[in-house]
């Protein structure tokens, strides 16, 4: 059984460039989450996405974006990009049975971003 | 302004002795709270939750207790095994099943031989 895959694992970009990155659910689920860890921090919620629509989102610019697919699988766009968009970007899925998520979330292994 | 704070970076523990994490929290419409325990190059993995109607909840080895009055928590590991070395983070949310969660900086435990 697939867990939550995401990729690429590591990427390095500078500054004002765009970068796409892209989750893949654990079989079974339907909704994905997309966080931020910065450095010596915890996760930080940026968006959530059921039925292809944005559901949920954190205090993130519009330069974050998102975009879910009839699959389930999910990609995170981020435009523009600062020095201070340098993260581990975690993505986290979870069943919703039509009131409220059920079970925990599952995360992947994330995507180091680098922004030089 | 840090809703879930977790303020000991750190925490070292001799094996098969308690280990005890603590995190507090500053908002009162949480009413759901996790740890999750992450081990390095993979991502966060759910341990333990409790709802805000409990005020203990255990499995196994861990417990998590939870204090409403003085928005705390706390994570006990017994007996701490080198297996549980890891960075542990505390997570709050408003409503179950929301899963907007809200994370504490983490505590980095390490359990010594």
């Known amino acids: 059984d697939a867990g939550v895959t995401q990729s690429p694992t590591h990427l390095i970009k500078t500054r004002g460039q765009q970068v796409t990155l892209r989750c893949s659910p654990k079989s079974g689920h339907d909704t994905v989450s997309w966080y931020q860890q910065a450095l010596g921090q915890g996760p930080q919620f940026i968006f959530q996405y059921y039925e292809e629509e944005e559901r949920q989102r954190g205090n993130f610019p519009d330069r974050f974006s998102g975009h879910q697919f009839p699959n389930y699988s999910s990609e995170l766009n981020v435009n523009a990009l600062l020095l201070g968009d340098s993260a581990l970007y975690l993505c986290?899925?979870?069943?919703?049975?039509?009131?409220?998520?059920?079970?925990?979330?599952?995360f992947g292994e994330g995507s180091r971003l680098t922004v030089l | 302004d840090q809703q879930v704070k977790q303020n000991s970076p750190s925490l070292s523990v001799q094996e098969g002795r308690i280990s005890i994490l603590n995190c507090d929290y500053t908002?009162?419409?949480?009413?759901?709270f996790l740890w999750y325990k992450k081990y390095p190059a993979e991502g966060p993995t759910f341990l333990i939750s409790i709802s805000s109607i409990k005020d203990k909840n255990e499995d196994g080895r861990f417990t998590v207790f939870l204090n409403k009055s003085a928005k705390h928590l706390s994570l006990h590991i017994v007996p701490s095994q080198p297996g549980d070395s890891a960075v542990y983070f505390c997570a709050a949310s408003d409503i179950q099943g929301a899963q907007k969660l809200v994370f504490g900086q983490g505590t980095r435990l390490t359990i010594n031989p």
């Open positions: 908002n009162s419409m949480f009413d759901y």
């Open positions: 986290a899925s979870s069943l919703y049975d039509g009131v409220a998520l059920t079970g925990e979330l599952f």
